[in-house]
């Protein structure tokens, strides 16, 4: 298929590889820094053309399918834009920073012939899978998911997106954190309302958004999940995800898991295109996207499933120690 990257910067180099190795034919990238766009054609020996403005990509390239691989406020504007002129759309997480955001993609992802994939790619992981399967038709009661990282003063300094409210949307919870509270949410199911504090401590003087964060998530089963996360350490530990239910007690640490006391390991097998805390998980959610346009089927990670940890994450920023609703 004809391949189209808005946003050439780190995880682009992820999704670069990706695509080669699913033997998709990438004819254009855009970023607003062409040199971007220069090195990585050079780098990855691509017989591609380059843009500044996606517009004008989408409107001269005949695309099949543009990924979008951009900071978080532009998510939305991009997903319409090729959305509008029934191009596919892979995005990277959030699609989108605010409610309004949510309702703009909705009304385009109705519209459209075409389909809306997001990259929230912990799903696809063999271990996630395992453990999904455990559950089975089986409530779970409890949860916990823990991230414990180091983001320091020169992460936030290198892109001017990061750690800005109006930029990034938030910092914590919908960057890093986003993809445990999915997992969370895949697993246990969605919540009716959240309980949080956030706080920034270490990095005041530099970001606007919150370094730590704790949430309580309350479930129609009367059961919780809870978020735990911070970037103020100064080593990133692997993500812990615990979930208990009647007959299971399980701990996920990434491709171990503990299973009522049994030690287990699930692991995909496959190549690190990019820094391991990216993971694996992005190769085998290309090649299903990919999969699903070629056969015409639905890709199971859209709009409808993408749009539930936005809302977590939205009311959760809410909260500030109140009891917050979940919207439907
Ligand atoms: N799924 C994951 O595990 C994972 C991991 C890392 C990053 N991400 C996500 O990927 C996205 C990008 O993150 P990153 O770390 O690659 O950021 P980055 O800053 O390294 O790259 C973003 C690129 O977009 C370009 N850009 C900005 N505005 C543009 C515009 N109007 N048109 C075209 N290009 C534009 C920038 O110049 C930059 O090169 C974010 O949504 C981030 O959350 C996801």
Same mark, same amino acid.
């Given at each position: 298929?004809?391949?189209?990257?808005?946003?050439?910067?780190?995880?682009?180099?992820?999704?670069?590889?990706?695509?080669?190795?699913?033997?998709?034919?990438?004819?254009?990238?855009?970023?607003?820094?062409?040199?971007?766009?220069?090195?990585?054609?050079? *780098?990855?020996?691509?017989?591609?053309? =380059?843009?500044?403005?996606? $517009?004008?990509? /989408?409107?001269? @390239?005949?695309?099949?399918?543009?990924?979008?691989?951009?900071?978080?406020?532009?998510?939305?504007?991009?997903?319409?834009?090729?959305?509008?002129?029934?191009?596919?759309?892979?995005?990277?997480?959030?699609?989108?920073?605010?409610?309004?955001?949510?309702?703009?993609?909705?009304?385009?992802?109705?519209?459209?012939?075409?389909?809306?994939?997001?990259?929230?790619?912990?799903?696809?992981?063999?271990?996630?899978?395992?453990?999904?399967?455990?559950?089975?038709?089986?409530?779970?009661?409890?949860?916990?998911?823990?991230?414990?990282?180091?983001?320091?003063?020169?992460?936030?300094?290198?892109?001017?997106?990061?750690?800005?409210?109006?930029?990034?949307?938030?910092?914590?919870?919908?960057?890093?954190?986003?993809?445990?509270?999915?997992?969370?949410?895949?697993?246990?199911?969605?919540? *009716?309302?959240?309980?949080?504090?956030? =706080?920034?401590?270490?990095? $005041?003087?530099? /970001?606007?958004? @919150?370094?730590?964060?704790?949430?309580?998530?309350?479930?129609?089963?009367?059961?919780?999940?809870?978020?735990?996360?911070?970037?103020?350490?100064?080593?990133?530990?692997?993500?812990?995800?615990?979930?208990?239910?009647?007959?299971?007690?399980?701990?996920?640490?990434?491709?171990?898991?503990?299973?009522?006391?049994?030690?287990?390991?699930?692991?995909?097998?496959?190549?690190?295109?990019?820094?391991?805390?990216?993971?694996?998980?992005?190769?085998?959610?290309?090649?299903?996207?990919?999969?699903?346009?070629?056969?015409?089927?639905?890709?199971?990670?859209?709009?409808?499933?993408?749009?539930?940890?936005?809302?977590?994450?939205?009311?959760?920023?809410?909260?500030?120690?109140?009891?917050?609703?979940?919207?439907?």
């Amino acid at each position: 298929m004809r391949v189209g990257i808005i946003g050439i910067g780190a995880i682009a180099q992820l999704h670069i590889p990706a695509l080669l190795n699913a033997e998709q034919d990438i004819v254009a990238l855009c970023d607003i820094k062409l040199d971007r766009c220069l090195k990585a054609i050079e *780098k990855f020996e691509l017989k591609a053309k =380059s843009y500044e403005d996606y $517009k004008e990509m /989408i409107e001269k @390239e005949n695309l099949d399918v543009v990924h979008v691989c951009t900071p978080h406020h532009l998510h939305a504007e991009m997903i319409c834009s090729a959305l509008d002129h029934n191009v596919n759309v892979l995005c990277e997480k959030p699609i989108a920073i605010n409610y309004e955001q949510l309702d703009m993609i909705k009304a385009s992802v109705e519209k459209s012939s075409a389909q809306l994939g997001v990259c929230q790619q912990n799903r696809f992981k063999a271990s996630m899978q395992y453990v999904k399967e455990l559950f089975d038709g089986e409530e779970i009661t409890a949860g916990s998911g823990y991230l414990c990282w180091q983001r320091d003063k020169n992460y936030y300094l290198s892109e001017d997106w990061r750690g800005q409210k109006e930029t990034e949307g938030g910092g914590v919870v919908i960057n890093q954190a986003l993809h445990t509270l999915d997992m969370l949410q895949w697993f246990c199911g969605m919540p *009716k309302s959240v309980i949080a504090h956030t =706080s920034c401590d270490t990095l $005041k003087d530099i /970001i606007n958004v @919150e370094e730590t964060a704790f949430a309580i998530f309350n479930l129609p089963n009367g059961g919780r999940f809870i978020l735990n996360a911070t970037n103020s350490n100064t080593f990133s530990f692997p993500i812990t995800i615990m979930l208990h239910s009647k007959t299971k007690n399980v701990v996920i640490v990434d491709d171990n898991i503990i299973y009522n006391g049994q030690f287990v390991t699930r692991s995909d097998g496959l190549p690190l295109f990019g820094k391991e805390v990216w993971g694996v998980g992005h190769i085998i959610l290309i090649k299903e996207f990919y999969g699903a346009l070629a056969e015409g089927r639905k890709f199971h990670l859209d709009f409808e499933e993408a749009q539930k940890v936005v809302k977590l994450l939205l009311a959760l920023y809410e909260s500030e120690g109140k009891e917050i609703t979940i919207r439907g």
